[in-house]
Structures are given as C-alpha cells and as structure tokens.
C-alpha cells in the first residue's frame, strides 16, 4: 500500500499538516487516537467519512518519516 493516494498536504489547510484525502482530519489527529487506546473500528465509528485504509496509510506515512 502507499499512503501517496491517501495523505495529502495543502498549505492553506490544517497550516499544512498532512491530512487524509484533502479532509480536514490529519494525520496527527489519527495517530493521536490510536496512541490514547482507540481501535480502528472505534476511530471509525465515531469517523464514518475514514476507511481502515486510511488509518493504515496514516502509520505507513508515519512509519516513512521516522526512519528516512
């Protein structure tokens, strides 16, 4: 999979922050959630508009910068 398709970045949006699918949900936001206990499944139950991909795209992306 490749976060490419998924995670997006705008300048005038979330002041740049990467960002899913040129939503307004980042993907700190995302990784935020996990890291305070959410699952996938409670992530997106209270975010319909996400999909797992995107959740997973979110950990790829980040999982990219830490170790380039």
Same mark, same amino acid.
């Given at each position: *999979?490749?976060?490419? %398709?998924?995670?997006?970045?705008?300048?005038?949006?979330?002041?740049?922050?990467?960002? $899913?699918r040129? *939503?307004? $949900? =980042?993907? @700190?936001?995302? /990784?935020?959630? /996990?890291?305070?206990? *959410?699952?996938?499944? !409670?992530?997106?139950?209270?975010?319909?508009? /996400? =999909?797992? !991909?995107?959740?997973?795209?979110?950990?790829?992306?980040?999982?990219?910068? %830490? @170790?380039?």
């Amino acid at each position: *999979m490749s976060d490419r %398709n998924i995670i997006t970045i705008e300048p005038d949006k979330r002041g740049g922050k990467p960002c $899913i699918r040129r *939503m307004r $949900i =980042t993907v @700190y936001d995302v /990784l935020g959630w /996990l890291a305070s206990g *959410m699952s996938i499944t !409670e992530i997106i139950d209270d975010f319909p508009e /996400l =999909t797992e !991909e995107d959740i997973k795209a979110c950990l790829e992306f980040a999982a990219d910068r %830490n @170790y380039h």
